[in-house]
């Protein structure tokens, strides 16, 4: 029904920066809120940002200052601007977008496969 694809990953100095993107796909009736999880080794996943479908946003007091969470609705796209990258940033970060289909409009929460952040010097 729904696909979620992340892009951006990669390998960055400590300091440098990063732009990761999410791009929905299928029988999309309307997207609600979208976020960005991550997952470090040996931890559990957090909610790194979050935009609600007014704009709203919510961040992680970790990368508050540093990063940036925006969305395009006419592209269905989610967009995580990431700069003055920790080492403590690496983990894999995944794309959530809560999505209303036009076989079943109530809103349903779906994840994309990740994208691998990397931040070592």
């Known amino acids: 029904q729904v696909q979620l694809v992340e892009s951006g990953g990669g390998l960055v100095q400590p300091g440098g920066s990063l732009r990761l993107s999410c791009a929905a796909s299928?029988?999309?009736?309307?997207?609600?809120?979208m976020g960005w999880y991550r997952q470090a080794p040996g931890k559990q996943r957090e909610l790194v940002a979050a935009?609600?479908?007014?704009?709203?946003?919510n961040y992680a007091d970790s990368v508050k200052g540093r990063f940036t969470i925006s969305r395009d609705n006419a592209k269905n796209t989610v967009y995580l601007q990431m700069n003055c990258l920790k080492l403590e940033d690496t983990a894999v970060y995944y794309c959530?977008?809560?999505?209303?289909?036009?076989?079943?409009?109530?809103?349903?929460?779906?994840w994309g496969q990740g994208t691998q952040v990397t931040v070592s010097s």
């Open positions: 959530n977008a809560d999505v209303a289909t036009w076989g079943r409009r109530v809103g349903y929460d779906y």
């Open positions: 299928g029988s999309i009736c309307s997207i609600n809120a």
């Open positions: 935009i609600t479908s007014g704009g709203s946003t």
